[in-house]
């Protein structure tokens, strides 16, 4: 809803709160863009989110602003949430510390229970720490500098110094050593080891996984003896504000921000991406131009624009067939040969990242990479990736009946895949289905004959999941069966740089727990737990909800009974729809034809050839991102 500006209040709290920032940016986007992101305000027409925005349309001169009119039980601890992405100062980080605290304890005084009880009693400081985006730990050093050396705060909004930096020098100055307990100390751990008597290995294990010891002995071990531990604190100091800024934001949010980091980092050369964009399908395109156009929509059937452009579409699908093209895998690498403008595993790369909205993070282990054409007019219709299956998956395993005997004694696990990228190019895959087309090529006879010349194994049946809840392509395909949903949490997953850095930490000071972690189930899950518990961070304060829909292609009569090691491979028995491809095109033909035709008659043909963002460029991106306090260099 539009809302004048004089009749809108800004909140008096939040300028107690936050220092006065620049404006000049967003101003810019606003005149640019418009506005991306609705401020909200409460029943008295306060603004309770947004304040950076309203003083901005003000700038403009703008007499309205897009609203959302919501009903908080607490409007000082709503504004603080909905500013926990915001670029603060160490400054604002105490005051809304101490804003929090004081709301909380009204809140006790009333004697009301919150979700923020714990057996018992509020945990205050937990949950101001979750409220302002920092971790408790970081919180009570932010506070111990500012009660003692508040000149240091300056210090570290200006990053001449880190929190535990300038909290060392708080320590050293003002705060005296804890009486030793060093002798009573030892008489119980010498007293422990005579009772259980560990190992050498389980000794040197348990100290290199517990915090702040795991660091410590690294510095001992370490060629870099006086640096590397405070480098270390910066970089678990980087690590924690970035997991507490990605636990801020919506599903929608974090998809569009962690793809403009793979967008920044990627480095194509411009010649190869044009080379990419200009091989991609139109097929199904509704023309922009030409003479057709000047053609009136047929009476008749109903249809609008061009019936004969309509019907040379028709044609194109009746007589479609495909190629189906092996790009490589994780053991190959681009081509560096000068004569080779892009090499195949630099085109995929390229289409995988500027078609598809989530950012490209391959799982170790086996994969094989594809790119699909149209054999008529030899145009890109997209991308397919398939790898290593997932080696635990509740519903799944229950459908097959699979034991970790069976999937790893037995190696049956190297007889399924996971589909784990179709991506089909627009407007193709709006017009004319084409994600449906590409499932059902990812079990077609191409697929199921590179993996078993690449790896030596037969392929039985492919997994797969939807990206978000129930809603997938898959439901409609008869190729795939939906066996359920993937419920559960899982760690968030760092910016891509950050967690390079630790995993490479992990992997070169503990070689053999790394090792160890990426050998199981849900080895970037394993490779994060390890991480977390070498650092001391808790991973239960950042997780997320997963769930989505679990399919499964069988491409055998008996796959299950061969997964479960009840037949042989000679006595399987392949399914009439999998004997050849002819099977799912002529499915798949008869589909696309109906979509076109209801698209063509409700003129909501899509014309244009959008890449990952659609109708955002990088530039809007950022302002929509910048719009809820996201900033990207």
């Not at 200006?158 to 060392?168: D, F």
């Not at 199904?284 to 008749?300: F, I, Q, R, T, W």
């Not at 795939?480 to 070169?508: A, N, T």
């Not at 999998?578 to 076109?596: G, H, M, Q, T, V």
Request: positive net charge.
């Amino acid at each position: 809803m539009k809302i004048k500006l004089k009749d809108i209040k800004p909140n008096p709290i939040n300028d107690d709160i936050y220092s006065s920032t620049d404006l000049s940016d967003l101003v810019q986007s606003i005149k640019d863009n418009g506005q991306l992101e609705k401020i909200v305000i409460n029943k008295n027409n306060q603004i309770v989110s947004g304040h950076r925005r309203y003083y901005a349309h003000k700038q403009l001169g703008l007499e309205e602003i897009d609203c959302d009119v919501r009903d908080f039980e607490n409007d000082v601890i709503a504004l603080i949430e909905f500013n926990r992405s915001r670029t603060k100062s160490v400054q604002d980080i105490l005051n809304e510390s101490r804003m929090l605290e004081k709301e909380y304890k009204k809140i006790i005084g009333r004697g009301k229970r919150t979700d923020r009880e714990g057996k018992g009693r509020m945990t205050t400081l937990v949950e101001v720490s979750k409220s302002v985006g920092v971790g408790t730990t970081n919180l009570k050093k932010i506070k111990s500098i500012s009660n003692y050396e508040p000149e240091l705060l300056k210090q570290i909004d200006s990053k001449e110094l880190s929190i535990n930096q300038a909290y060392q020098k708080v320590r050293d100055k003002h705060m005296k050593s804890k009486q030793s307990t060093k002798g009573n100390f030892g008489v119980l751990f010498r007293n422990l080891l005579n009772k259980e008597n560990p190992s050498m290995d389980e000794l040197l294990k348990t100290i290199l996984t517990t915090y702040p010891y795991s660091l410590e002995l690294n510095k001992m071990l370490s060629q870099h003896k006086d640096n590397i531990v405070p480098m270390i604190d910066d970089k678990r100091d980087e690590l924690i504000d970035n997991l507490e800024f990605l636990k801020t934001l919506p599903a929608k949010q974090e998809v569009v921000y962690k793809k403009l980091k793979e967008i920044k980092r990627s480095k194509f050369d411009t010649y190869e991406e044009g080379s990419c964009f200009r091989d991609l399908s139109t097929l199904g395109k509704k023309p922009m131009s030409g003479e057709n156009l000047k053609e009136k929509p047929n009476e008749v059937t109903g249809l609008r624009g061009c019936e004969t452009y309509y019907k040379e579409v028709i044609q194109d699908i009746e007589r479609f067939d495909f190629e189906l093209v092996y790009m490589g895998g994780h053991d190959e690498r681009p081509s560096h040969n000068p004569s080779l403008h892009t090499s195949p595993l630099e085109e995929w790369n390229i289409i995988r990242t500027y078609i598809h909205t989530l950012e490209w993070n391959p799982n170790p282990g086996r994969l094989l990479r594809f790119k699909v054409v149209d054999k008529h007019h030899q145009r890109v219709l997209g991308v397919i990736s398939c790898g290593s299956d997932f080696t635990t998956l509740g519903v799944r395993d229950d459908f097959i009946g699979w034991s970790d005997l069976h999937k790893y004694d037995k190696h049956k696990l190297n007889h399924t895949s996971v589909v784990s990228s179709i991506v089909p190019v627009q407007p193709f895959g709006y017009n004319l289905l084409g994600g449906k087309l590409l499932a059902c090529i990812s079990t077609g006879e191409g697929v199921r004959e590179c993996w078993n010349d690449k790896y030596g194994d037969v392929l039985v049946g492919n997994t797969t999941t939807s990206l978000y809840g129930d809603y997938s392509m898959y439901n409609s395909i008869p190729l795939w069966k939906k066996l359920g949903h993937s419920r559960g949490e899982i760690l968030i997953k760092p910016d891509k740089e950050i967690y390079d850095y630790w995993k490479d930490f992990v992997k070169l000071n503990y070689p053999d727990y790394y090792k160890e972690a990426i050998s199981k189930s849900s080895p970037k899950q394993n490779v994060l737990n390890l991480i977390y518990k070498i650092l001391g961070i808790n991973g239960s304060d950042y997780k997320n909800e997963f769930n989505r829909g679990v399919y499964f292609s069988s491409f055998y009569e008996n796959t299950n009974e061969f997964l479960t090691d009840k037949i042989k491979q000679k006595d399987l028995v392949l399914k009439d729809k999998f004997k050849s491809d002819e099977w799912f095109l002529n499915w798949w033909k008869e589909k696309a034809i109906r979509r076109y035709t209801k698209l063509f008659k409700e003129g909501r043909i899509q014309e244009n050839t959008p890449l990952w963002y659609d109708d955002m460029d990088e530039r809007q991106v950022k302002s929509y991102l910048m719009a809820k306090g996201i900033k990207i260099s």
